[in-house]
């Protein structure tokens, strides 16, 4: 089934300017864009933009613990690790195999609506993520999170049956539908060994999986990998040989120091930037004007629910753009399409997803359509439209949400999918883990 897009502006974060035109969707590609003075062809389904609609690559939300909207809420305001011990661990611990796919399906919803069309999920029982994800035909990067803990009744240390769980997740999803990639997630310095690092490095390596995983979140960890480890972040990535493998994903990256990166070759690392996560949390501002430079790739996420607390790359765009030039006192820090581009195009590269995250003929269509028929839009034009988008606008003016062609959002509905249940579902489990 072909879809055409009549007369919408066209953007992405290779565009200097948005072009106005039509864009034919078929067999889930993109598969002819055309100016707006060309007439455009026959298709079984036409959206009329009349010039006031917009086409975006679809939202890569680049690190997130998607199943955790079920913990929303719980224990706000609270420090770091008292929220961690008291509130979020004991209830996490009370997480079944069927309330991460639950969560994670709620999660997925909210994510449609605002124009996700990928994310990066982190956590525990992942084949419901996966499941979830196959059942909504969203785009999904997973990865178990590996962390190291006392041994079972056999004497085998946890951290080696994660491992193996996460080489088993890889062999049975991996590819799956197009839809899923998935990594190894050693969970982070702090809670991973350094030895057993290194080991999951090496076997990412032989492989050819790629890693995904927390790294300077907060300054206490800068001590941390001084004082337990002795040695610095960097020898940290340069030892653990994360540095030359193809595909490491680091979240956060807030006490990284972007001086330091002349002596390492970054070339190969994404650091995912979740701005509205770290604010919350009282992490810091990583610094990202001086990241741009650099030669990394940077990509944005929302981290889970529980710390954000929305899954929406809208709010993720505006605070990049807007923090930045806060902190720094320069209005020319931290440009909106460099953030539409981490928001797309460098999320979806981060994580092995190939021909997607731009507007280009053969690409993906993995797309949003957003109403540009809205009062906060007047003066919108090919020029504007990114700074539009970042600064003005919001995750209500999405229409729809289409992954490989198809529409999982539109006109305020989820057309595959039955929102009521999957809700009712989430708030069933949601009862359970905090009765
Ligand atoms: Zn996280």
Not at 245 to 267: E, F, I, K
Not at 308 to 337: C, F, I, Q, Y
Request: aromatic content about 6%; overall charge negative.
């Amino acid at each position: 089934m072909a879809t055409l897009f009549k007369d919408v502006l066209m953007l992405d974060g290779d565009r200097k300017r948005a072009d106005r035109g039509h864009i034919l969707v078929s067999k889930g590609r993109i598969q002819s864009l055309m100016d707006v003075s060309a007439t455009p062809p026959a298709a079984d389904k036409v959206v009329e933009g009349g010039g006031r609609m917009a086409v975006l690559p679809g939202f890569v939300n680049a690190h997130t613990h998607a199943a955790m909207v079920l913990l929303r809420g719980l224990g706000e305001e609270a420090p770091l690790m008292e929220w961690l011990q008291k509130k979020i661990w004991p209830v996490e611990a009370k997480l079944t195999p069927e309330h991460i796919y639950r969560g994670t399906a709620s999660a997925i919803l909210e994510m449609l609506a605002t124009g996700t069309t990928c994310f990066a999920d982190m956590y525990f029982e992942m084949d419901g993520v996966a499941q979830a994800s196959l059942d909504a035909g969203i785009r999904c990067a997973l990865c178990r999170g590996i962390t190291d803990g006392v041994a079972g009744p056999d004497g085998e240390r946890k951290i080696e049956a994660s491992i193996r769980d996460g080489l088993r997740l890889f062999e049975k999803w991996h590819g799956r539908e197009g839809l899923l990639t998935v990594q190894l997630g050693p969970h982070a310095p702090y809670t991973v060994p350094l030895d057993d690092m290194k080991k999951i490095v090496a076997l990412a390596r032989e492989r050819g999986v790629g890693i995904h995983f927390h790294f300077m979140e907060t300054e206490w960890e800068t001590d941390y990998i001084r004082r337990e480890l002795n040695m610095t972040p960097d020898d940290y990535l340069r030892e653990t040989g994360v540095l030359d493998t193809v595909g490491t994903t680091l979240a956060h990256g807030v006490w990284m120091d972007p001086d330091r990166a002349d002596d390492l070759d970054m070339s190969k690392v994404t650091i995912v930037h979740c701005p509205q996560s770290n604010l919350k949390l009282g992490s810091g501002v990583m610094p990202l004007d001086r990241w741009l430079d650099i030669n990394v790739g940077l990509a944005l996420g929302t981290d889970g629910a529980s710390s954000n607390n929305r899954l929406d790359m809208w709010g993720e765009m505006r605070s990049a753009a807007l923090l930045h030039k806060g902190v720094t006192r320069n209005p020319t820090s931290v440009p909106a399409l460099d953030v539409l581009r981490m928001a797309t195009f460098e999320g979806a590269r981060a994580f092995g997803f190939v021909n997607k995250g731009l507007i280009r003929e053969g690409w993906m269509a993995d797309l949003v359509l957003v109403d540009l028929d809205q009062p906060h839009y007047v003066g919108v034009n090919e020029d504007n439209l990114a700074a539009a988008i970042v600064y003005a606008g919001s995750s209500a003016d999405v229409r729809g949400t289409m992954v490989n062609g198809k529409w999982l959002y539109l006109n305020g509905a989820w057309p595959t999918l039955d929102r009521d249940e999957i809700l009712a579902k989430a708030r069933e489990a949601r009862g359970a883990i905090t009765a």
